[in-house]
């Protein structure tokens, strides 16, 4: 009896140590899983700061707006620019103290930022609310997580990026419409970065003059003495805006639109455009 006893107990003990061990090696497993689905949550969450605090100098979807922000959805690219700078930390660190701190002046003068609708300010202005910005460090965190896994980051979330949600009551082009194709440059280019207009959404811009009314104030333009340009119509003065921004500057707005929309273009694609807003 006694022998079965003991035989029993180690028995017993045996299972129970697999029984632990088992567990303790699901548990890693169970931990590494829920690192993972919470770096996934901080890097989504990054994505809509980013998407609401940022997109005015860098795009909906980090692509860039010419003459404001560099691109940011290259990985590579960032690390190069790690490089360059002299950086001695990663590149985590690195996007996280230049969100919190900002930039005074731009290290690279083709991105006035800031600096493009005011001489005086900052080229990138500090986020980390430690510096006087609006956001919390955990805040300025993700978006840093975001642009370092960006392009890990699922596609469908990064076009509901591209394409902003329109607030109620915005009007939407018609779907297919030359309306619609140059909403979707308006946006793909940048324009809403600079740009206000009320029918495209996201375009709260303040670098460039308001687009809203553009067709009928066109004209106005035109005839006025101090207009430099070489349009006779409001339709070639919208066309020339694009192609050939430095032909006339709109008064209390710096010369910084890019001038390469000319080339980059298609005709049919400017067309869409100027027609676009002609009407607006």
């Known amino acids: 009896m006694v022998r079965l006893q003991i035989a029993l107990g180690v028995i017993i003990t045996v299972v129970g140590l697999i029984v632990v061990a088992w567990i303790a090696l699901n548990e890693d497993a169970n931990l590494a899983r829920r690192d993972e689905?919470?770096?996934?949550?901080?890097?989504?969450?990054?994505?809509?700061?980013?998407?609401?605090?940022?997109?005015?100098?860098?795009?909906?979807?980090?692509q860039g707006v010419p003459g404001l922000g560099p691109p940011l959805n290259d990985r590579e690219m960032l690390e190069q620019r790690v490089k360059?700078?002299?950086?001695?930390?990663?590149?985590?660190?690195?996007?996280?103290?230049?969100?919190?701190?900002g930039r005074i002046v731009s290290t690279r003068p083709e991105y006035l930022g800031g600096k493009a609708s005011d001489p005086n300010a900052m080229a990138m202005p500090p986020w980390w609310e430690e510096y006087g910005g609006p956001l919390r460090k955990a805040d300025v965190e993700d978006i840093a997580l975001f642009l370092q896994n960006f392009e890990e980051f699922p596609p469908e979330?990064?076009?509901?990026?591209?394409?902003?949600?329109?607030?109620?009551?915005?009007?939407?082009?018609e779907e297919g419409g030359v309306d619609a194709v140059a909403v979707d440059l308006f946006t793909q280019l940048g324009c809403l970065g600079c740009h206000s207009l009320a029918t495209v959404p996201g375009a709260v811009g303040t670098v460039g003059p308001p687009l809203d009314g553009l067709g009928e104030r066109a004209a106005s333009v035109i005839a006025d003495p101090a207009y430099t340009g070489n349009a006779t119509t409001p339709e070639e003065y919208i066309r020339e805006s694009i192609v050939d921004p430095s032909a006339f500057v709109v008064a209390g707005y710096p010369d910084v639109m890019p001038k390469g929309f000319g080339d980059q273009l298609s005709e049919e694609q400017l067309?869409?455009?100027?027609?676009?807003?002609?009407?607006?």
């Not at 067309?271 to 607006?280: H, Y």
């Open 37 to 62: 689905e919470i770096l996934a949550r901080r890097i989504e969450r990054g994505a809509v700061l980013f998407e609401q605090n940022c997109y005015t100098c860098h795009g909906f979807s980090a």
């Open 157 to 173: 979330l990064l076009a509901e990026m591209a394409t902003p949600t329109p607030e109620a009551g915005e009007q939407q082009p």
């Open 271 to 280: 067309n869409a455009l100027v027609q676009f807003l002609l009407k607006q």
């Open 84 to 101: 360059e700078v002299g950086w001695p930390g990663s590149l985590y660190s690195y996007l996280v103290r230049t969100i919190a701190g």
